[in-house]
C-alpha cells in the first residue's frame, strides 16, 4: 500500500495561495502537478476543468480533490494547495474551499488512482487532520501530518 506522505514535497505544496476563483486553483494545481514530470500544465489544466463540468471535485468542511485519469501518463502525482482566502467549489454542504487535494494519475492503472483517492477522503473527514493542514508552516508539516496518520 503506497504512502501518501511522499507524494507532499516543497514542490508539490504550495501554501497560502491566493485565488479568486476555482480556475485559479485548477491553473495552479495544474502548474505544480506538470512540475513532477507527469504531463504538460495546459493538457491537465484541460482535464481537470472537464472533470468539474462533470461534477464538483468539493468534498465539504472547505475541502476539494479535483482529479483526473489520463492515458499515457507514466506515475501519480499529488499536489497541495492551502488558499489564503476560502473559493466556491459548489461543494455539496455549500462551503466554500480552502484545503485543495490535486491528483492526476494514469488511465490505465484507475484501482490505485481510487485507492488513493480513498485514502485522502477517509484522512479529510478528520476534522483534527484537516486543522493540522490549515495551521502547517511548511511542506514537511504537511507530509509529518500524513505520516503520523497514516500510521494510526
Same mark, same amino acid.
Given at each position: 500500500?503506497?504512502?501518501?506522505?511522499?507524494?507532499?514535497?516543497?514542490?508539490?505544496?504550495?501554501?497560502?495561495?491566493?485565488?479568486?476563483?476555482?480556475?485559479?486553483?485548477?491553473?495552479? $494545481?495544474?502548474? $505544480?502537478?506538470?512540475?513532477?514530470?507527469?504531463?504538460?500544465?495546459?493538457?491537465?489544466?484541460?482535464?481537470?476543468?472537464?472533470?468539474?463540468?462533470?461534477?464538483?471535485?468539493?468534498?465539504?468542511?472547505?475541502?476539494?480533490?479535483?482529479?483526473?485519469?489520463?492515458?499515457?501518463?507514466?506515475?501519480?502525482?499529488?499536489?497541495?494547495?492551502?488558499?489564503?482566502?476560502?473559493?466556491?467549489?459548489?461543494?455539496?454542504?455549500?462551503?466554500? $474551499?480552502?484545503?485543495?487535494?490535486?491528483?492526476?494519475?494514469?488511465?490505465?492503472?484507475?484501482?490505485?488512482?481510487?485507492?488513493?483517492?480513498?485514502?485522502?477522503?477517509?484522512?479529510?473527514?478528520?476534522?483534527?487532520?484537516?486543522?493540522?493542514?490549515?495551521?502547517?508552516?511548511?511542506?514537511?508539516?504537511?507530509?509529518?501530518?500524513?505520516?503520523?496518520?497514516?500510521?494510526?
Amino acid at each position: 500500500m503506497t504512502d501518501l506522505s511522499p507524494f507532499f514535497t516543497p514542490e508539490t505544496v504550495i501554501l497560502d495561495f491566493l485565488a479568486r476563483k476555482k480556475g485559479d486553483v485548477l491553473r495552479k $494545481v495544474s502548474q $505544480v502537478l506538470a512540475g513532477t514530470g507527469i504531463g504538460r500544465a495546459d493538457s491537465l489544466e484541460d482535464a481537470l476543468q472537464r472533470r468539474e463540468i462533470l461534477c464538483s471535485t468539493g468534498l465539504g468542511e472547505g475541502v476539494a480533490a479535483p482529479h483526473v485519469l489520463l492515458p499515457g501518463l507514466g506515475k501519480t502525482s499529488l499536489a497541495f494547495l492551502r488558499l489564503r482566502d476560502p473559493v466556491d467549489w459548489r461543494s455539496p454542504d455549500g462551503a466554500p $474551499v480552502r484545503l485543495v487535494f490535486a491528483m492526476a494519475g494514469p488511465a490505465e492503472n484507475p484501482a490505485a488512482h481510487l485507492q488513493l483517492l480513498s485514502r485522502l477522503n477517509r484522512l479529510l473527514r478528520e476534522p483534527a487532520f484537516r486543522a493540522r493542514m490549515l495551521e502547517a508552516a511548511s511542506a514537511t508539516e504537511i507530509a509529518s501530518a500524513f505520516r503520523q496518520a497514516e500510521g494510526d
